[in-house]
Structures are given as C-alpha cells and as structure tokens.
Nanobody
Framework: QVQLVESGGGLVQPGGSLRLSCAAS????????MNWYRQAPGKQRELVAG???????NYADSVKGRFTISRDNAKNTVYLQMNSLKLEDTAVYYC???????????WGQGTQVTVSS
C-alpha cells in the first residue's frame, strides 16, 4: 500500500519560513520523480517544485529563489524548504510521487500552509 504523508504545515507570518516533509512508503522511492503541488481556495492545483532521483530540480516561477526542494532517498523523504513566504503562498500543499514509465501517480492528503499577519 502506497502512502505519502506530509507534515510541517502551519500558520506563519509574511517573510517567515516553513519546512514541509513528505515520507513515502510502499514505493521504490528512488525511482520516482517527487513533486510538491499546491492548491489555493478557488484556484487550480499547480506544480510548485519537482525533483528527480539524481537531484535535478525545477520550480514554478512564483517560488524561484524562495523555495528549495530536496530529497533523501535513504529516508524515502522529500522536503520543501519555504523561505520569504508571502500571503499568496497560502494553500494546501500536496506531495506527489510520479513514475512516468508506468504512469504511476500517487498523492498525499495535503498539509495546510497559511501565511497571515
């Protein structure tokens, strides 16, 4: 059974930082591209950042220079370090594991990030 369990969300003031974690089980973690998506109220889910096993990353333009995605294949965990948070970063953040070769696509339950003064 595949599980992706996010943690680390919460309430933070503008300019603050949070670190999200996503622990995966039931998959061969190192084979998967790991992504963080987010969905704000009334908006479509959007890709925030992604990382492949070798470490190559990509980011949405809106978070470049502020967010950093990383992974620890030994711990089956992917992280999202979020700095200089803005009001518009408020959303539910979802962890995603994707294996293109077999079209395997798994999602976590999401963790709420609220940026507010």
């Amino acid at each position: 059974q595949v599980q992706l369990v996010e943690s680390g969300g919460g309430l933070v003031q503008p300019g603050g930082s949070l670190r999200l974690s996503c622990a995966a089980s039931g998959i061969i973690f190192s084979m998967y591209r790991m992504n963080w998506y987010r969905q704000a109220p009334g908006k479509q889910r959007e890709l925030v950042a992604g990382i492949i096993s070798g470490g190559k990353t990509n980011y949405a333009d809106s978070v470049k220079g502020r967010f950093t995605i990383s992974r620890d294949n030994a711990k089956n965990t992917v992280y999202l370090q979020m700095n200089s948070l803005k009001l518009e970063d408020t959303a539910v953040y979802y962890c995603n594991a994707y294996l293109a070769a077999l079209s395997y696509d798994y999602w976590g339950q999401g963790t709420q990030v609220t940026v507010s003064s």
